[in-house]
């Protein structure tokens, strides 16, 4: 199994930007399509963006389309969630999620699908 830490969270004002990172360990990063989910307070977690095992293919929700990139660096075990143009209503607790799946197994969008969960960060956008 991989264990997944993130970070990168905080406090921004509105248009800022923000850099989530997400390390995994023991098992290798590689081996799992990666998807950001988020969950503001009174709301349902909701997908943000996934990235293939190679990083080769990406989906986003309509919110991050445009603003949002996800990206990782196999050889660092990590993944990225590079936030621009950030807006109060992306203010939520971001997690990171490992889905094991075959190389040329699509991309998931539902959270269910994904094996292991990291314990969140809290990003917060300021009007």
């Known amino acids: 199994q991989v264990r997944l830490v993130e970070s990168g969270g905080g406090l921004v004002q509105t248009g800022d930007s923000l850099r989530l990172s997400c390390v995994g360990s023991?098992?290798?990063?590689?081996?799992?399509?990666v998807g950001w989910f988020r969950q503001a307070p009174g709301k349902e977690r909701e997908f943000v963006a996934a990235?293939?095992?190679?990083?080769?293919?990406?989906v986003y929700a309509d919110s991050a389309k445009g603003r949002f990139t996800i990206s990782r660096d196999n050889s660092e075990n990590t993944a990225y969630l590079q936030m621009n143009s950030l807006q109060p209503d992306d203010t939520a607790v971001y997690y990171c999620?490992?889905?094991?799946?075959?190389?040329?197994?699509?991309?998931?969008?539902?959270?269910?699908?994904?094996?292991?969960w990291g314990q969140g960060t809290q990003v917060t956008v300021s009007s």
């Open positions: 999620a490992a889905k094991s799946q075959i190389l040329t197994a699509p991309l998931s969008t539902v959270d269910q699908e994904y094996n292991f």
């Open positions: 023991g098992r290798t990063l590689k081996m799992y399509g």
């Open positions: 990235i293939s095992r190679g990083g080769g293919n990406t």
